[in-house]
C-alpha cells in the first residue's frame, strides 16, 4: 500500500473514532502571504522611490500614443511643451551654464540651430530661466533699445 493510501486510512479511522482535524496557528506567523499580497507591500513600501519611474513610464506612453494617432503634429507638440517652459536651475547653476548647453538642448528636440532660446526669469530669480523654442525657421530681426 502507498503511503497515500496508508494516511486516507488512518484519518477514516481517526474519524470514525471521534477525533476532527484542528489547525493550530501561532501568534507569530498564520498562513505564508500570497505573491500578490507580497507585490502590494512591496509597491506600497517603496512608492516614493518608484513615483519617478512612473511618472516617466506615464509621459513615455503618451508620448508614443500621441505619435501613433498625430504624428504629423510633432511641431506643434515641440511649440507647445517648449514655448514658455520654465526650467529650475540645479544649486550654483547661471543662465551661462544653460546657454553652453543649447546645443544638446537643440540635438534632443530635434530643431535647427537658433531655435532655442534661454532667458531670465521675469522676476530677477537666481534660480530659474525661460527657454523658448521657435516653431519656425524664419529670420529674426533684433531691435536695440536706446536709453
Known sequence: ??????????????????????????????????????????????????APFLVAGAVSLAGWWAHLTTPHWYPFFIVGSAAATWLRLAHG???????????????????????VQVFPAWDGKANWCEIRVLGSDTPRTTTRRCG
Request: aromatic share 4%.
Open 1 to 50: 500500500m502507498t503511503i497515500h493510501g496508508r494516511m486516507r486510512r488512518q484519518a477514516r479511522r481517526a474519524r470514525r473514532a471521534g477525533l476532527q482535524p484542528v489547525v493550530l496557528l501561532d501568534s507569530d506567523g498564520g498562513f505564508r502571504p500570497s505573491a500578490g499580497e507580497v507585490i502590494a507591500r512591496v509597491a506600497w513600501r517603496y512608492r516614493s522611490e518608484s
Open 93 to 115: 547653476q547661471t543662465i551661462a551654464d544653460v546657454t553652453a548647453r543649447i546645443p544638446a538642448i537643440e540635438s534632443a528636440l530635434g530643431t535647427v540651430h537658433g531655435a
